[in-house]
């Protein structure tokens, strides 16, 4: 014991105390070294191994798990739910529009206030979304907007409105509120619209003006681009004023949109396809450039869709025509994964390529699907006799836009598409499209979904779904505002630049959010059978307002006949025309009475007269006639297209011999006449020059 207890000598100490135990010397080893002592063991090596291998399976089963829809795709209760959902965005916007800017044209989302066009509300919103409210049977709001119908809805001010947009909006959705509800209330509001917006035709040819005054019912000419109003909204009134016209029985609303058709097509487009801009008081083509964008869009649209609501051959045959065009002048393919997309041409058919492309433009994914089909199933049509090369042709180009325009949004940081994308053509570059600083705006707009509706409807591709559930998505967690304002409710709004994240929020929510866009995503999911909204049945306008199919009857027709630049006219049939079901009649007992103080105009004689300045103006070189393979003929004498050019049938015959007795004494005489009447004189010349260089030369010259 007394050995165990004597203290060790001083050299045992020295030799053991600058070492540390094992413990402390393992612990002060760096990190690395711990997981290499660990993984030098055989069986912990196997260990983490299988650990990683079994939490690498786990995140698998769960990334794959998380891609699958909520149910089975077929499953109707998830369309449904997701169409509800669509119905809550609705009323979401609704609510806070209603709340802050109720009767307002314009309504502001983020600051929450709204503000009208002119010095009365003329209720913009509220009347593009009345069927909206029909379709998703919000009944409540659908009663407080019918009250401000009727209560506050007045044209009574001294205000000029865009003649386009009011009727695609005002008329468009007063007519389909009617047709939805067959309440006269909207019957009588649309026609004291038409009433004033008639004004909008009196020029000399019938182009109607850019805007016009509600009040006094004066047209107006546009302010900029030369006093021209837009190709395009020229050549979109005619599906409301059509069926206005069926409805009231007045042949003035009908006769006035078809002389526009007339005038626009006696220019002889090459390929069909037209400039943007028309002058109003000569009828003729200003400027060159040609797109299917904004100012163009809606002319080649409603071809197709006047022929699909009343019948007429002739609006099917100048589709067709532009469907050619169209592929032979505007198409082109992507790189590197050859995206199908629609160019333009900024000095005609003939002048150089542009890669831009508009979102405007993706609508018409949706026109093709139903030029093809018109409103068909695709299995239907093409087992019918009818089917066709050409058939095939509009099939087939109108997915690869669909895919085209859906890409604009899958591909872009935020799932929105901008505003205008210009596509890559060139092998060096690895992006299909680029995106430009000025247009990386997202106005919340409806032609992609709207072509998404059609593909679906047509084809039964549960991709097309899918794609506008995607786009969906992005709409409710980019465009959503849920903080500031007022009350802080939710609310959605246009954004600045859809390439960053979080984007920057722009203060606008456009009416067509709520009449198209929602709308078209609402049908897009919509399983139920309400025949109101069949595409077989009905033709929705560039505003996505559905208006009947209906038959001309006795009173109308169509009172114009092609000539020109064809040299083999299209066939008179697309698929599935041949056993068109008969269009819904409307009943005769909602047929109004004329209108008391109207007169219809005498639109044969107007006519004639303005084939005569139409006809003095090619003799004097301002508007060249051209051959089938699109050269000038020399000499307006020379021409049969100009010399076998029918008369309307009720045209004085008279006065067309005069006309030509006038034409043939010489250009130089009938120019200065045009020119005493204030318009472009030009020399005759072997090919007509532009009518800027025209302009400019008359202003020099005086």
Same mark, same amino acid.
């Given at each position: 014991m007394a050995s165990f207890l004597k203290p060790k000598s001083?050299?045992?100490?020295?030799?053991?105390?600058?070492?540390?135990?094992?413990?402390?010397?393992d612990k002060l080893q760096p990190d690395a070294n711990v997981i290499q002592n660990v993984l030098r063991t055989p069986r912990k090596k196997k260990m983490l191994i299988k650990l990683f291998l079994a939490s690498m399976a786990i995140y698998l089963v769960l990334w794959f798990y998380s891609l699958l829809p909520e149910k089975n795709v077929t499953d109707a209760e998830l369309w449904n739910n997701r169409k509800l959902k669509v119905k809550e965005v609705f009323l979401e916007s609704w609510h806070d529009y209603a709340n802050h800017g109720w009767g307002k044209?314009?309504? =502001?989302?983020?600051?929450? *206030?709204?503000?009208?066009?002119?010095?009365?509300? /003329?209720?913009?919103?509220?009347?593009?979304?009345? &069927?909206?409210?029909?379709?998703?049977?919000?009944?409540?709001?659908?009663?407080?907007?019918?009250?401000?119908?009727?209560?506050?809805?007045?044209?009574?001010?001294?205000?000029?409105?865009?003649?386009?947009? *009011?009727?695609?909006?005002?008329?468009?959705?007063?007519?389909?509120?009617?047709?939805?509800?067959?309440?006269?209330?909207?019957?009588? =509001?649309?026609t004291g619209l038409a009433k004033s917006l008639m004004g909008a035709f009196e020029s000399k040819t019938g182009i109607p003006y850019s805007s016009v005054n509600l009040k006094t019912g004066k047209g107006v000419r546009s302010h900029t681009d030369g006093g021209a109003s837009s190709t395009a909204e020229a050549a979109t009134l005619?599906?409301?004023?059509?069926?206005?016209?069926?409805? *009231?029985?007045?042949?003035?609303?009908?006769?006035?949109?078809?002389r526009v058709m007339k005038v626009l097509d006696d220019n002889h487009p090459k390929g069909g396809l037209v400039p943007i801009f028309v002058n109003p008081s000569t009828g003729h083509y200003q400027g060159?450039?040609?797109?299917?964008?904004?100012?163009?869009?809606?002319?080649?649209?409603?071809? @197709?869709?006047?022929? /699909?609501?009343?019948?007429?051959?002739?609006?099917?045959?100048?589709?067709?025509?532009?469907?050619?065009?169209?592929?032979?002048?505007l198409m082109n393919k992507s790189y590197p994964n050859g995206l199908t997309f629609l160019g333009e041409r900024e000095r005609g058919v003939d002048g150089p390529f542009s890669n831009k492309m508009d979102h405007l433009v993706c609508f018409i994914g949706g026109l093709f699907a139903m030029g093809a089909t018109e409103g068909q199933t695709y299995q239907d049509a093409k087992a019918l006799p009818s089917w066709n090369e050409k058939s095939q042709e509009q099939m087939d180009l109108a997915e690869e836009i669909g895919y085209t325009c859906y890409k604009m949004y899958h591909d872009v940081l935020t799932g929105l598409s901008p505003e205008i994308v210009v596509f890559n053509t060139d092998a060096k570059n690895r992006k299909d499209f680029s995106i430009k600083m000025a247009d990386r705006h997202n106005l919340?707009?409806?032609?992609?979904?709207?072509?998404?509706?059609?593909?679906?409807?047509?084809?039964?591709?549960?991709?097309y779904r899918e794609w506008g559930w995607e786009i969906f998505e992005s709409f409710v967690k980019y465009t959503k505002v849920t903080s500031g304002g007022k009350d802080g409710k939710p609310r959605y709004t246009s954004l600045d630049d859809v390439t960053s994240i979080p984007p920057r929020y722009r203060d606008n929510m456009e009416s067509?959010?709520?009449?198209? *866009? @929602?709308?078209? /995503?609402?049908?897009?999911?919509?399983?139920? &059978?309400?025949?109101?909204?069949?595409?077989?049945?009905?033709?929705?306008n560039t505003e996505a307002h559905p208006l009947p199919q209906f038959e001309m009857g006795d009173?109308?027709?169509?009172?114009?006949?092609?000539?020109?630049?064809?040299?083999?006219?299209?066939?008179?049939?697309?698929?599935?025309k041949a056993e068109r079901p008969a269009a819904k009649k409307i009943d005769q007992q909602q047929v109004q009475a004329p209108l008391k103080d109207s007169a219809p105009l005498n639109i044969?004689?107007?006519?004639?007269?303005?084939?005569?300045?139409?006809?003095?103006?090619?003799?004097?070189?301002?508007?060249?006639?051209?051959?089938?393979?699109?050269?000038d003929v020399a000499d307006i004498s020379d021409s049969k297209h100009v010399m076998d050019k029918q008369v309307d049938s009720e045209a004085s015959i008279d006065d067309f011999g005069k006309e030509k007795e006038k034409a043939a004494q010489g250009s130089k005489l009938v120019a200065e006449e045009i020119k005493q009447r204030g318009e472009i004189p030009v020399a005759k010349q072997a090919v007509a020059k532009p009518l800027n260089e025209q302009v400019d030369q008359v202003l020099h010259e005086e």
């Amino acid at each position: 014991m007394a050995s165990f207890l004597k203290p060790k000598s001083n050299s045992w100490k020295s030799k053991k105390e600058p070492e540390l135990p094992l413990y402390y010397k393992d612990k002060l080893q760096p990190d690395a070294n711990v997981i290499q002592n660990v993984l030098r063991t055989p069986r912990k090596k196997k260990m983490l191994i299988k650990l990683f291998l079994a939490s690498m399976a786990i995140y698998l089963v769960l990334w794959f798990y998380s891609l699958l829809p909520e149910k089975n795709v077929t499953d109707a209760e998830l369309w449904n739910n997701r169409k509800l959902k669509v119905k809550e965005v609705f009323l979401e916007s609704w609510h806070d529009y209603a709340n802050h800017g109720w009767g307002k044209d314009v309504y =502001k989302p983020r600051s929450q *206030t709204g503000e009208n066009m002119g010095p009365s509300p /003329l209720g913009w919103i509220i009347v593009d979304s009345l &069927d909206t409210l029909m379709l998703m049977d919000c009944k409540d709001e659908l009663d407080e907007a019918k009250s401000w119908v009727k209560y506050e809805l007045s044209y009574d001010f001294d205000y000029q409105v865009n003649t386009f947009e *009011t009727t695609i909006r005002m008329l468009g959705g007063l007519l389909s509120a009617h047709y939805l509800s067959e309440d006269d209330l909207y019957l009588e =509001k649309a026609t004291g619209l038409a009433k004033s917006l008639m004004g909008a035709f009196e020029s000399k040819t019938g182009i109607p003006y850019s805007s016009v005054n509600l009040k006094t019912g004066k047209g107006v000419r546009s302010h900029t681009d030369g006093g021209a109003s837009s190709t395009a909204e020229a050549a979109t009134l005619q599906l409301e004023f059509k069926y206005l016209a069926k409805l *009231t029985g007045e042949t003035m609303y009908w006769d006035a949109v078809e002389r526009v058709m007339k005038v626009l097509d006696d220019n002889h487009p090459k390929g069909g396809l037209v400039p943007i801009f028309v002058n109003p008081s000569t009828g003729h083509y200003q400027g060159n450039l040609i797109r299917l964008g904004s100012r163009g869009d809606s002319y080649y649209e409603y071809l @197709l869709k006047q022929y /699909l609501q009343t019948g007429e051959s002739i609006y099917l045959e100048m589709y067709l025509e532009t469907f050619d065009g169209i592929k032979k002048y505007l198409m082109n393919k992507s790189y590197p994964n050859g995206l199908t997309f629609l160019g333009e041409r900024e000095r005609g058919v003939d002048g150089p390529f542009s890669n831009k492309m508009d979102h405007l433009v993706c609508f018409i994914g949706g026109l093709f699907a139903m030029g093809a089909t018109e409103g068909q199933t695709y299995q239907d049509a093409k087992a019918l006799p009818s089917w066709n090369e050409k058939s095939q042709e509009q099939m087939d180009l109108a997915e690869e836009i669909g895919y085209t325009c859906y890409k604009m949004y899958h591909d872009v940081l935020t799932g929105l598409s901008p505003e205008i994308v210009v596509f890559n053509t060139d092998a060096k570059n690895r992006k299909d499209f680029s995106i430009k600083m000025a247009d990386r705006h997202n106005l919340q707009r409806p032609e992609t979904v709207e072509t998404l509706f059609y593909l679906w409807k047509i084809t039964g591709d549960i991709k097309y779904r899918e794609w506008g559930w995607e786009i969906f998505e992005s709409f409710v967690k980019y465009t959503k505002v849920t903080s500031g304002g007022k009350d802080g409710k939710p609310r959605y709004t246009s954004l600045d630049d859809v390439t960053s994240i979080p984007p920057r929020y722009r203060d606008n929510m456009e009416s067509f959010w709520l009449a198209e *866009t @929602l709308k078209y /995503l609402y049908l897009l999911f919509d399983d139920s &059978d309400d025949p109101r909204w069949d595409i077989k049945n009905v033709v929705y306008n560039t505003e996505a307002h559905p208006l009947p199919q209906f038959e001309m009857g006795d009173n109308f027709k169509t009172g114009w006949t092609r000539y020109g630049n064809l040299a083999e006219k299209p066939p008179s049939k697309i698929a599935g025309k041949a056993e068109r079901p008969a269009a819904k009649k409307i009943d005769q007992q909602q047929v109004q009475a004329p209108l008391k103080d109207s007169a219809p105009l005498n639109i044969d004689d107007e006519t004639a007269a303005m084939m005569k300045d139409i006809k003095s103006a090619k003799a004097a070189g301002d508007l060249k006639p051209q051959l089938d393979d699109g050269s000038d003929v020399a000499d307006i004498s020379d021409s049969k297209h100009v010399m076998d050019k029918q008369v309307d049938s009720e045209a004085s015959i008279d006065d067309f011999g005069k006309e030509k007795e006038k034409a043939a004494q010489g250009s130089k005489l009938v120019a200065e006449e045009i020119k005493q009447r204030g318009e472009i004189p030009v020399a005759k010349q072997a090919v007509a020059k532009p009518l800027n260089e025209q302009v400019d030369q008359v202003l020099h010259e005086e």
